[in-house]
């Protein structure tokens, strides 16, 4: 461990002292939209009397415990940053905790990182649940009002607007989990047309997931709808038929054709209305080949299905339920 590398700056802009403070089982209540409050859990604090003094600062990802006898078992500062948190909750130097949260966090550095072609087999690599789940989000946020995602959908999908720092700050976060339904990472959606639109969290592999698919799985339908994006999904979704799974994109793994093989028996193609989306379809067709039946609903140029009505969504697929299931889908493009 002595000559593990370690960068300290990146550590603290890259892991949410949310995270850090999960990592601990330490339970705090929101004031405000960046500040939360409680009991404080450092092992320097001996007082019973403040039992309100732990603050932290979600945005600028500090704490700060104000017990006078707290304060003076750490030499007098009111507060610090998650390494310095860290520190004290293991009783460890500075670096030894950098290291400990570069281990626990997942925040290694890139180069730490094995390359996707020398990693042995899909299956043996799949994404790993998360340890922390973020609990500060705004599911008010107008973002996603704007977008006509209503406030049962957005409970119902956790999503909502991140304040805190890292990845995603400033971004609405959508929670993606795994077909057993475990959190496995969060997408960030740019809300304001930064580059790029969705971030992701390094190491994390889209082609191994479908989104929305423990849900789909929640209903038991054999038929299943398959679209390109998460607002897609939230709108078909919000339109009434919850067997609905995003590729997170306008092609296919391997590993995905398997999951949806596995589980359903029909497969409903709703990509974008546009080149890349027909393209997509044919290929998504060819690679589910005769394993599922397969059709592909046709929108207009221009149109995908985030930008549908829930009416326009129900008439679309309304018509899809008397096709015949073993149409070639290529000439229904
Ligand atoms: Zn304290």
């Not at 461990?1 to 929101?30: N, P």
């Not at 990472?185 to 992701?200: D, L, T």
């Not at 709808?225 to 092609?251: N, R, W």
């Amino acid at each position: 461990m002595a000559t593990a590398w370690v960068d300290f700056k990146k550590l603290k802009a890259d892991v949410a002292i949310e995270q850090v403070l999960a990592h601990y089982g330490v339970h705090l209540r929101r004031i405000g939209a960046t500040e939360l409050r409680g009991r404080c859990p450092l092992p320097t604090h001996t007082s019973a009397r403040s039992r309100d003094s732990f603050a932290v600062n979600i945005a600028r990802n500090v704490w700060s415990c104000r017990s006078l006898s707290c304060m003076q078992a750490r030499g007098g500062r009111p507060g610090g940053n998650i390494l310095d948190f860290v520190a004290l909750m293991e009783g460890c130097s500075i670096r030894d905790a950098a290291l400990r949260l570069q281990g626990w966090s997942g925040a290694a550095p890139e180069r730490f990182i094995v390359p996707r072609e020398s990693r042995p087999d899909p299956i043996a690599s799949e994404n790993p649940p998360l340890r922390f789940a973020l609990q500060y989000i705004d599911a008010t946020h107008p973002y996603l009002t704007s977008r006509g995602v209503t406030p049962h959908t957005v409970r119902t999908f956790g999503l909502g607007f991140y304040m805190g720092k890292g990845l995603l700050r400033g971004r609405i976060v959508i929670p993606i989990h795994s077909q057993s339904g475990e959190l496995i990472a969060y997408a960030g959606r740019a809300i304001n047309g930064q580059e790029p639109k969705y971030r992701f969290p390094a190491g994390f592999r889209k082609s191994l997931v479908l989104f929305n698919l423990h849900r789909a799985l929640g209903t038991e339908a054999r038929t299943v709808i398959v679209v390109e994006g998460f607002f897609d999904t939230l709108a078909v979704h919000q339109a009434g038929y919850p067997a609905v799974v995003a590729l997170m994109g306008s092609t296919i793994s391997r590993y995905q054709a398997a999951l949806l093989s596995m589980h359903f028996d029909r497969v409903v193609l709703m990509l974008d209305g546009d080149e890349a989306g027909r393209q997509g379809a044919r290929n998504i067709a060819d690679t589910l080949g005769t394993r599922i039946s397969v059709s592909a609903l046709s929108l207009d140029d221009g149109r995908q299905p985030d930008e549908l009505t829930p009416r326009e969504l129900q008439q679309l697929l309304a018509a899809s339920a008397i096709a015949t299931l073993d149409q070639d889908p290529a000439t229904r493009m």
